[in-house]
């Protein structure tokens, strides 16, 4: 069965810190994708990437970056040097191959302070 | 291009009426999905359509159910109202089957 494990309920930093928001994941496929997702208070569900199980290699988009290890079942999030509009809830998710409905984590709560 | 929609935004019942969710996909997204988010069980999916017919259902009650119409909108109803049916409800498109999901607002159900 699917699993997706998010052990940092919440996190909170000083505007201008960096944060990893860590992701761990189980399946007994071999093919599978990888999501982030953010959802502000407003609650809609923001795409932040998707990975596929056959492309390791790190993505960094401005401020954000991905680190996928599948030795250790990771799919870490960082944050760089963070801002207040970051403060959100984040969710990892996960789909196997041939099924689309995704499996998320129970979230991180990013809090931010000025 | 504008995004996924749901209508209503809020809504309050009591237990044991119905309720019917409306979702308008992102233009030209042929697959739909629904999801229920609770502080306690976090998100869960409840339904998946694509081409008017159901391909995946996610362990709820019959209570539950729904469908999709030939413009790829969706709907879903719950009869027989809980007060554990309280939850955001999240619609999500995608182009098609298998491929990103794109989420609307959501519906925020309270019943009372």
């Known amino acids: 069965a699917q699993k997706v494990t998010q052990a940092q309920t919440e996190i909170s930093v000083v505007e201008k810190e960096d944060v990893t928001l860590d992701c761990v994941y189980e399946?007994?496929?071999?093919?599978?994708?990888l999501f982030w997702y953010k959802q502000p208070p407003s609650g809609e569900l923001v795409f932040l990437i998707r990975?596929?199980?056959?492309?390791?290699q790190n993505e960094i988009s401005g401020r954000y970056s991905w680190n996928f290890q599948k030795s250790t079942s990771s799919f870490n999030f960082t944050i760089t040097a963070s801002q207040v509009v970051d403060s959100a809830v984040y969710f990892c998710a996960l789909s196997e191959e041939g099924n689309t409905p995704l499996v998320f984590g129970k979230g991180t709560r990013l809090s931010v302070i000025a | 291009k504008a995004g996924v929609t749901q209508t209503p935004r809020y809504l309050i019942k009591t237990r044991g009426q119905q309720v019917t969710l409306s979702c308008s996909p992102i233009?030209?997204?042929?697959?739909v999905s629904w999801y229920q988010q609770t502080p306690g069980q976090g998100l869960q999916f409840l339904f998946e359509?694509?081409?008017?017919?159901?391909?995946n259902k996610g362990n709820f009650p019959g209570r539950f159910s729904g469908r999709q119409f030939s413009n790829s909108r969706s709907e879903m109803n719950v009869s027989t109202l809980e007060l554990g049916d309280s939850a955001l409800y999240l619609c999500?498109?995608?182009?098609?089957?298998?491929?990103?999901?794109?989420f609307g607002p959501g519906t925020r159900l309270l019943v009372l």
């Open positions: 990975r596929n199980s056959f492309d390791e």
């Open positions: 359509y694509f081409s008017e017919t159901q391909r």
């Open positions: 233009s030209g997204h042929r697959s």
């Open positions: 399946t007994r496929d071999t093919t599978y994708y």
């Open positions: 999500a498109s995608s182009p098609e089957l298998l491929e990103t999901q794109y």
